[in-house]
């Protein structure tokens, strides 16, 4: 890929913010900001690279994508590209859709350490009681000693397990879309799970969104994991069937910490609000102060690369 003198590039920051930029006067870059406003930046049949606005609807990602009839390559921000996925057939053929895959290991291998821990040391109990002023000690599980299932073992999940080798676990297996073996051992394939999920006491989903992985955790799944275990979700809120989930959570027999929920936004007054043993934080796995450094970081790489006519990063598909 060659940039010329009419290469359009957007920006969901200005480009004074970022250091490093190719310089528009040796590749032709022209950077435009939009962050997903309703007024376009210019016009988008000149846009060549297009970087989507972090975290924002798929109703916005795709927005200007059937007139960028320049388009060359599509970055997301995010490690999932399911919210740009719906405006595939807009895109011209040859279009290189690239991930976020660096970006967001860290921030989020982080927070879903954090839910198993406030999960199974009864954090969310303590805050509730500290605002009562009320002193309740208590035995409570431990990480140590407990199996961990990750589903989803890509450069996230294999970030979750750097995170899980201090805490003395007595076993941590690994799921993918295909079986593979790494250092630390086997990964199995999705048609593994039937056999691992009732062997685990901590399920935690840090799989892509597709097609063969939505409603994934559904009730089937939900049904082979071991009365007491945690459900974790750090990947897609339909990765899990939240009516299933709910069913399970108010008997009492699983109990679940989710950072993405379906629907998403939660609304008020959804059960799963106040589901018994059921922990939410509002989709910030990968929003740290970690993201932005490295998220510069990774547009300067591609837009260099892109410049130079050099192989990109990150590609997930190309367009055909």
Same mark, same amino acid.
């Given at each position: 890929?060659?940039?010329?003198?009419?290469?359009? +590039?957007?920006?969901?920051?200005?480009?004074?913010? %970022?250091?490093?930029?190719?310089?528009?006067?040796?590749?032709?870059?022209? $950077?435009?900001?939009?962050?997903?406003?309703?007024?376009?930046?210019?016009?988008?049949?000149?846009?060549?690279?297009?970087?989507?606005? $972090?975290?924002?609807?798929?109703?916005?990602?795709?927005?200007?994508?059937?007139?960028?009839?320049?388009? !060359?390559?599509? !970055?997301?921000?995010?490690?999932?590209?399911?919210?740009?996925?719906?405006?595939?057939? =807009?895109?011209?053929? @040859?279009?290189?859709?690239?991930?976020?895959? /660096?970006?967001?290991?860290?921030?989020?291998?982080?927070?879903?350490?954090?839910?198993?821990?406030?999960?199974?040391?009864?954090?969310?109990? *303590?805050?509730?009681? !500290?605002?009562?002023?009320?002193?309740?000690?208590?035995?409570?599980?431990?990480?140590?000693?407990?199996?961990?299932?990750?589903?989803? $073992?890509?450069?996230?999940?294999?970030?979750?397990?750097?995170?899980?080798?201090? *805490?003395?676990?007595?076993? %941590?297996?690994?799921?993918? &879309?295909?079986?593979?073996?790494?250092?630390?051992?086997?990964?199995?394939?999705?048609?593994?799970?039937?056999?691992?999920?009732?062997?685990?006491? +901590? %399920?935690?989903?840090?799989?892509?969104?597709?097609?063969?992985?939505?409603?994934?955790?559904? =009730?089937?799944?939900?049904?082979?994991?071991?009365?007491?275990?945690?459900?974790?979700?750090?990947? &897609?809120?339909?990765?899990?069937?939240?009516?299933?989930?709910?069913?399970?959570?108010?008997? @009492? &027999?699983?109990?679940?910490?989710?950072? +993405?929920?379906?629907?998403?936004?939660?609304?008020? @007054?959804?059960?799963?609000?106040?589901?018994?043993?059921?922990?939410?934080?509002?989709?910030? /796995?990968?929003?740290?102060?970690? *993201?932005?450094?490295?998220?510069?970081?990774?547009?300067?790489?591609?837009?260099? &690369?892109?410049? =130079?006519?050099?192989?990109?990063?990150?590609?997930?598909?190309?367009? /055909?």
């Amino acid at each position: 890929m060659t940039a010329d003198v009419t290469t359009d +590039v957007w920006l969901p920051l200005p480009a004074d913010d %970022v250091e490093g930029l190719p310089d528009p006067s040796a590749t032709g870059f022209t $950077y435009r900001f939009w962050d997903g406003g309703a007024d376009l930046p210019a016009d988008p049949a000149d846009c060549a690279f297009y970087v989507v606005p $972090y975290m924002k609807s798929t109703e916005v990602a795709v927005r200007p994508l059937a007139a960028m009839t320049s388009l !060359q390559v599509v !970055q997301t921000l995010s490690a999932g590209v399911d919210h740009v996925t719906p405006g595939l057939s =807009a895109m011209p053929p @040859g279009v290189a859709l690239c991930n976020a895959r /660096g970006v967001h290991e860290a921030s989020t291998a982080e927070l879903a350490l954090a839910l198993v821990l406030a999960s199974l040391r009864g954090i969310p109990g *303590f805050v509730r009681r !500290q605002d009562r002023e009320e002193w309740r000690g208590g035995f409570f599980p431990a990480l140590a000693d407990k199996s961990v299932l990750i589903v989803g $073992y890509g450069s996230i999940g294999a970030a979750i397990e750097d995170r899980l080798a201090p *805490f003395e676990c007595a076993r %941590v297996m690994r799921v993918a &879309r295909s079986a593979r073996t790494t250092a630390r051992g086997p990964v199995h394939s999705l048609t593994d799970l039937r056999t691992l999920l009732p062997e685990a006491d +901590v %399920v935690i989903l840090s799989t892509p969104l597709t097609e063969d992985t939505r409603h994934l955790a559904d =009730a089937a799944f939900l049904s082979r994991m071991k009365d007491g275990a945690l459900l974790v979700n750090v990947a &897609r809120g339909p990765v899990v069937d939240t009516k299933a989930l709910l069913a399970e959570v108010e008997r @009492g &027999r699983v109990t679940a910490a989710l950072d +993405v929920t379906d629907p998403e936004p939660l609304p008020a @007054g959804h059960p799963l609000w106040h589901a018994p043993g059921v922990l939410i934080s509002p989709h910030v /796995g990968g929003s740290t102060s970690a *993201f932005m450094p490295r998220a510069k970081r990774l547009v300067v790489d591609q837009l260099t &690369r892109f410049a =130079a006519g050099e192989p990109l990063r990150n590609v997930v598909l190309t367009t /055909g």
